[in-house]
């Protein structure tokens, strides 16, 4: 799985996307926001560990996620 963090720009907000190892989309949701979008692909329980990682990554880096 894949996390990419998304600059917004004027009204758009900063947003975070998953991807699975085909890079098909799972979630996209925005950073202040992802405890729905998490349960919805049964990653709740991971949601600390993902959002810390979302808070250190830089703007447009793409990161693989290790479970």
Do not use: C, H, N, W
């Not at 004027?10 to 998490?38: E, G, H, M, N």
């Not at 692909?41 to 479970?67: C, D, N, S």
Request: charged share 30%.
């Amino acid at each position: 799985m894949y996390i990419i963090k998304v600059k917004g720009v004027a009204k758009i907000p900063d947003y975070v996307q998953l991807r699975d190892d085909a890079f098909t989309l799972l979630a996209y949701f925005r950073v202040d926001r992802p405890d729905k979008s998490l349960d919805k692909i049964g990653l709740g329980e991971k949601a600390a560990y993902i959002m810390q990682l979302v808070r250190e990554m830089p703007f447009g880096q793409i990161k693989k996620l290790e479970f």
